[in-house]
């Protein structure tokens, strides 16, 4: 197979961007170039995740130019899963703004902002150094400060604001942070640097840049304490870009964690990541907390993000094999099943008109396939077995007993109690109950919306259920993480 192929989960979604706008005032070839776009990236996706499988790591050297000095993209087992499991949740997204999105917005880029958003994450995800790391940062952000205005309401420009200048503050950092590594060790090249990095032993100046890293990556991931921006940011924008961010933004950032610190950074794990599991047990605390605060439903889902990036950075923390390999699985729950709440969030906005939850009840009783549907979800994102949660949480707890952090295993698992407390809140105050239904749309309108929800349902009933089909390629992402030597000889070739 001609390795040419792993550039095109980048490609495919950024010449689809540009060419949506050149057709920005013809609503039906927006929707239909986007819809192909993504359908045709989804079946790239699944013959990599395929390939992979089959034959292992395979990488690009772009132009030519040999690693380490060259662009390379690198499809691992975890890389190209992430990125099939995010073709996926555009594809849903998008079928839900094809009924939200009206020509209004639509002709001011509204799809092309999301092919270029795709075109970030997936490069973000493949990319094999550090420098096109933050170019692909850079494409996803750009993308996504177009996305949390469009429609230009008041808190939408009010957390842009805010959202930009945090960002900006984040990139500033995020080239620093690569000049000093620069500086240190003469390369970029992420499987290069696994190898300066190991070469320099541990030194205070590698410890204190891993750091800088840890803060740029945690701004992304919404980790305590970097998380401030997060609950405002995503709740000014629509459901559907709000379960683009939800699901991918943060995802990326956790991504980028897990890749150095399992890859570059591993010369004083008992600093490194002991530090990170602390981080990741407190950004728990405060997500659970949030999101048993609040009375708005979209809040407590934003907090309940929090919560996920916790679970997954503690599992990545235990440099285990069931640790590793359940963050692996997690991640992968946790973006299907966040995009799939912030739909249903969306559904129940267009039904009542708010998220307030004391401002409706009873919605069960008028559309009982919209109830239930949440009420399956939120047991999934508790965790409840043999929903898609389950088994990557308790592989995450497991790893985190056999390293002896026993008080922090112990607080992860306590999190599926309160997080499954936060959402049955929703599902009790929301659903059951008195009748009150502020009518926005006929029942027949909103009902055209399930299928996208339906879809991820779907999905993450698979992941859940399927757990047998699926843990081979889980097993195989994992061991990538646990053995940075598998991913050095794929892109060296030594």
């Not at 499954?420 to 006929?442: A, C, D, H, T």
Request: aromatic share 14%.
């Amino acid at each position: 197979m001609n390795n040419n192929i792993i550039i095109l989960p980048i490609i495919i979604p950024m010449i689809t961007a540009v060419l949506l706008i050149f057709f920005n005032k013809q609503e039906k070839v927006q929707k239909y170039l986007s819809a192909v776009s993504s359908v045709i990236n989804i079946g790239i996706s699944v013959f990599l995740v395929h390939y992979v499988h089959t034959n292992g790591i395979i990488s690009l050297e772009v132009g030519d130019w040999k690693a380490p000095f060259g662009i390379v993209l690198v499809a691992d087992m975890y890389a190209i899963l992430l990125v099939l499991t995010a073709n996926i949740i555009v594809f849903a997204c998008l079928l839900f703004s094809y009924k939200i999105v009206d020509y209004n917005r639509s002709k001011f880029f509204y799809y092309s902002g999301v092919m270029f958003l795709l075109t970030g994450v997936s490069g973000a995800f493949l990319t094999g150094d550090l420098f096109n790391l933050f170019v692909f940062y850079e494409v996803m952000l750009m993308s996504s400060y177009f996305l949390i205005v469009h429609g230009n309401s008041k808190p939408q420009l009010r957390e842009t604001i805010k959202y930009i200048l945090v960002n900006v503050i984040s990139s500033a950092l995020f080239v620093i942070s690569v000049a000093f590594l620069y500086a240190v060790t003469g390369t970029l090249n992420m499987a290069d640097l696994s190898l300066r990095v190991a070469e320099l032993g541990s030194s205070g100046i590698i410890a204190a840049i891993s750091i800088m890293y840890l803060i740029v990556f945690g701004l992304k991931g919404a980790i305590f304490p970097l998380f401030f921006w997060m609950p405002g940011s995503y709740q000014a924008p629509p459901a559907a870009v709000t379960a683009l961010f939800g699901a991918l933004l943060t995802k990326v950032g956790v991504y980028s964690i897990t890749r150095v610190f399992t890859l570059i950074f591993l010369q004083d794990i008992a600093f490194t990541h002991t530090f990170i599991a602390w981080l990741a047990v407190l950004t728990i605390i405060f997500g659970v907390i949030g999101a048993i605060s609040f009375s708005d439903i979209k809040q407590i889902v934003i907090y309940n993000i929090l919560t996920g990036v916790g679970v997954i950075l503690f599992g990545v923390s235990t440099m285990t094999e069931s640790g590793l390999e359940g963050s692996v699985y997690y991640m992968i729950h946790d973006m299907i099943i966040k995009g799939l709440l912030f739909l249903l969030v969306g559904i129940v906005f267009s039904i009542t008109g708010t998220t307030n939850l004391d401002k409706f009840s009873g919605l069960i009783k008028k559309y009982p396939t919209l109830g239930w549907m949440f009420f399956i979800a939120a047991l999934a994102l508790a965790g409840i077995p043999p929903l898609s949660g389950f088994i990557g949480k308790l592989k995450i707890v497991q790893g985190g007993f056999e390293q002896g952090e026993f008080v922090l295993a112990f607080a992860v698992l306590l999190s599926s109690l309160l997080v499954l407390y936060s959402v049955m809140k929703i599902f009790i105050n929301g659903f059951w109950g008195e009748e009150k239904i502020p009518q926005v749309r006929k029942t027949s309108q909103v009902k055209s919306l399930y299928v996208p929800a339906v879809f991820l349902l779907a999905l993450s009933l698979f992941y859940g259920l399927g757990t047998e089909f699926i843990s081979s390629y889980i097993k195989q992402a994992e061991q990538v993480l646990l053995s940075p030597d598998l991913y050095i000889e794929a892109v060296l070739k030594e």
